[in-house]
Every structure is written in C-alpha cells, then in structure tokens.
C-alpha cells in the first residue's frame, strides 16, 4: 500500500555562498567566489589565493576567513590600510552588502546559490586586461553600486587624493579631495553656484558613472573646511527637508512671477526672502533662482514656499 511505501530522501538544499564582486577599481566588474570554509589571503604577492597588482595593496595585505558559518575579514598591518563601510579596520565580520576597500579596489559582498567553485587567479587579470585603456583612472564606477555618500566615507577614511568626477545623463560633477579632505565641488563648471550647494545636489544623484581623477593643485575660491561625516550629514538632513517642501512649489524650469498685483505688503517678508523674491522677478525660474540665490537650496526653498503660499509668487 502507498502509506507503506519508503519515502524518497529529501532534496538537497542549495547552500548559500558568498563572493566578492569588484564594483570599482582596475577588476571593476570581476567576481571572486569564497568557497565555505577555505580561507583566501589577498595581496600583491604572485602565490596568494587573490592577487591584486596594484602599489597600494601590500604583498600580504589581508585574509578573508570563516568563523563557523560567519565570514570575516583580517588587516596584516598592510601599509594602506583594509576598509570595511569606510571604517578602516584589523578584523572585522562581513555580511551581504558590506563594501571593502583594499588599495583602489572597493569590492561588494554578494550571495550566491550553490557551492561556489574553486577561483582562478587570471580571471581578474583577464577583467582587468578587458578595462585597460590609454588613460589610467586609480577608481571608477557606477554610484548605483555605491552610492555617493559611502563612496566619500571610503575615500575620506582612506586619505585619498584627487579629482572625483560624477557623469550623469544631464550634468557632470566634480569633487576635489586632499588626503581624504573634501574641499571643494562645482557642478557643470558653474562657477556662480558656491562649491557646499554643489555638493550637496549631488547627494540627491542615485545614477550615474565616476571616475577618480589625478589631483588638481590650481588654488580654489571658498574652500570647504568642514569634515566628510558632518558634511554628509548636513547634506542629507538638508535633502530630507528639501524633499519634504518639493510638492509646494513648481518645476525647476516652469516660469514664475510677481502677480499683475501684489496685494501682500513687502514689510512683512525677511531681507532673505526679499532677495529671492527679487531673484524670481529677475530670472524668472525655479531652477535659476536656486543657482542664484547666496542661500543653500533648503533655504532658498523655504523662502518660495512661503512666497507661493501668501502669494507673493505666482506659477506662469
């Protein structure tokens, strides 16, 4: 009878597996696959198990291991440091997601199904071969991989130099760093948009490419000398904000104006937004009055609100 039947053994489970995928850097786009349980030495030597040819990454630079089911990360007191999140660590856990930083390369934590198989070394070489060209960048990739603040937290953290350069559909954006300092950023050259609202838009960027650019030494007006975690979190809360008021007020290119008749008395508005009132009279735009304004976006924002609210401003 079919109750008396022996049952089939159960299916075998596919067993999740890790790998560290290559998101920026000279491997950008290789992927190495962590076996369960073997552990992987990274560094410059040619006899390792990941071999990264690269003059900020030591001949020994770090081990990727296993602690029980749990993946792990360990520094050998390599000369630039290993970087997990940004912070620069001597060993640390890894969880899928977690970014790490070893000389230019910065590698994501990725899941796997089944077991993974045994890494080539050419493989990366291969990768990197296929990504060679005539103009050598240390760092490059995607900011949908990255986003643009973990991608500063790394590159502060690690004293980085240079020229950060962010190329989306519409604009091209540019970020100078000194020894992981960020002191400076313009957006599409405009030089009448100070270097912090610059910044700050490009926070709000969730897709584009970039590219980290030899250093630019030539001296720049109204430098930043604010520290990396205090800029991004200013220019995050500010974006909060900024985002919250966005339904109160038009699109950045639609026209807005003074109405045929001001009926609300102009002593009752600040000096602040008597001056974007006069920037929106002048230029005539959203977008232009952001550019404009001496104030950041949040603020200038907060004063349009208030202008369109009591009608002191008009859409066209």
Not at 184 to 189: K, P, Q, S, T, Y
Not at 247 to 259: C, M, S, V
Request: hydrophobic letters at 40%; glycine letters at 6%; charged letters at 30%.
């Amino acid at each position: 009878m079919a109750d008396n039947l022996p049952k089939p053994p159960p299916l075998p489970g596919r067993r999740r597996s890790f790998a560290l995928r290559f998101i920026s850097g000279k491997y950008q786009g290789g992927e190495f696959p962590l076996a369960p349980g073997k552990e992987v030495v990274v560094g410059r030597s040619s006899d390792l198990e990941m071999v990264l040819v690269e003059d900020m990454v030591s001949r020994r630079h770090a081990r990727i291991f296993w602690e029980g089911d749990a993946l792990a990360i360990e520094d050998f007191g390599s000369t630039n440091g290993t970087f997990v999140n940004g912070e620069k660590i001597k060993k640390s856990p890894l969880k899928e997601g977690d970014r790490v930083l070893v000389g230019t390369s910065i590698l994501k934590v990725v899941t796997t199904e089944g077991t993974a198989p045994a890494p080539v070394k050419q493989d990366l070489e291969s990768v990197a071969a296929q990504r060679r060209t005539s103009q050598v960048r240390t760092m490059s990739g995607a900011i949908e991989e990255i986003p643009l603040p973990d991608l500063l937290q790394l590159l502060s953290t690690s004293k980085k130099n240079g020229v950060l350069v962010i190329r989306t559909e519409d604009d091209v954006g540019k970020i100078y760093l000194r020894k992981g300092a960020l002191y400076w950023a313009i957006i599409n050259d405009l030089d009448d948009v100070p270097p912090l609202k610059s910044l700050f838009r490009m926070l709000t960027w969730q897709k584009g490419l970039f590219d980290l650019d030899p250093p630019d030494d030539d001296p720049k007006p109204n430098e930043i000398d604010v520290s990396v975690p205090e800029l991004l979190m200013e220019g995050l809360r500010q974006i909060d904000e900024f985002a919250a008021l966005r339904d109160q007020l038009p699109e950045p290119r639609a026209k807005i104006a003074l109405p045929p008749l001001l009926l609300p008395p102009l002593k009752d508005l600040s000096p602040e937004e008597l001056e974007v009132l006069q920037l929106a009279h002048n230029y005539g735009t959203l977008e232009a009055v952001l550019n404009k304004s001496p104030q950041m976006d949040l603020e200038t924002a907060e004063a349009l609100a208030k202008l369109f609210k009591k009608n002191y401003l008009v859409g066209v």
